[in-house]
């Protein structure tokens, strides 16, 4: 699956009774197609915070100074792991709204995580979007907490067996969302609420492994204006 093809879809449910389009309020003159931007070092966290529910209840942060205080998430032969336990997230520092994140995962054994999008405030759970990363369900997108979306269930199923890699990638535009999994779109959703915020993968009760995290801002291809044209009033 390519890119031109997963956002000619999110394109198509723009036409359709979900989309609602809503101006590129952007700098014209910064440029979002710059290329992927690498969130994951195999050596360090770098600037991604860690964020786990403690023993007493209360969510707690690990900043880039702090990371070794926790044991949930850690490095090993170059890869992102968490062991699953507590619950919680390692998110990026930044926010997004239109992107492509990707991201390979593997279960040592049969698992559950997720990629979730759109995080605006750090709890455990956050008010959220959930790309579904459990095996059975890898692609389904929801909303968790409160927030909001239309679509999202599973169009196919293409995950890979235990102990396999798995692609994946979320691709998020103007509120819409598709999961491309393997090579194939599996999700798609419209409207979501929040459609922008932190992006972050679960610690979710059992190990999990993640490589080669990614993400890729794009402009939708709707702007209100165009560089070099003048605002329409």
């Keep these: 699956m390519n890119r031109r093809t997963a956002m000619g879809l999110m394109g198509a449910l723009a036409d359709g009774a979900f989309a609602q389009r809503t101006g590129d309020m952007r700098d014209p003159d910064l440029k979002y197609e710059e290329g992927w931007t690498s969130l994951f070092n195999g050596k360090d966290f770098g600037k991604m915070v860690i964020v786990l529910k403690g023993e007493d209840g209360r969510n707690k942060k690990y900043f880039e ?16 792991k968490t062991t699953g336990t507590p619950n919680g997230y390692i998110r990026t520092s930044d926010v997004y709204d239109n992107y492509v994140f990707h991201v390979e995962v593997r279960f040592p054994q049969r698992g559950n995580s997720g990629v979730l999008v759109h995080i605006q405030r750090d709890e455990v759970w956050p008010r959220a979007i959930e790309c579904q990363l459990y095996q059975s369900h890898m692609g389904r997108i929801f909303p968790i907490q409160g927030a909001y979306l239309e679509g999202g269930e599973m169009i196919h199923e293409n995950s890979k067996p235990t102990g396999e890699w798995n692609t994946y990638e979320v691709y998020s535009e103007e509120g819409r969302l598709a999961t491309v999994l393997n090579g194939t779109i599996v999700g798609l959703a419209a409207e979501a609420n929040p459609r922008i915020g932190h992006i972050a993968l679960q610690s979710e009760g059992v190990p999990a492994e993640f490589r080669n995290i990614r993400v890729r801002r794009h402009a939708p291809s709707h702007h209100l204006w165009n560089k070099g044209e003048p605002l329409k009033r």
């Design 65 to 80: 100074d702090t990371t070794a205080n926790q044991s949930t998430f850690f490095i090993e032969g170059g890869l992102l």
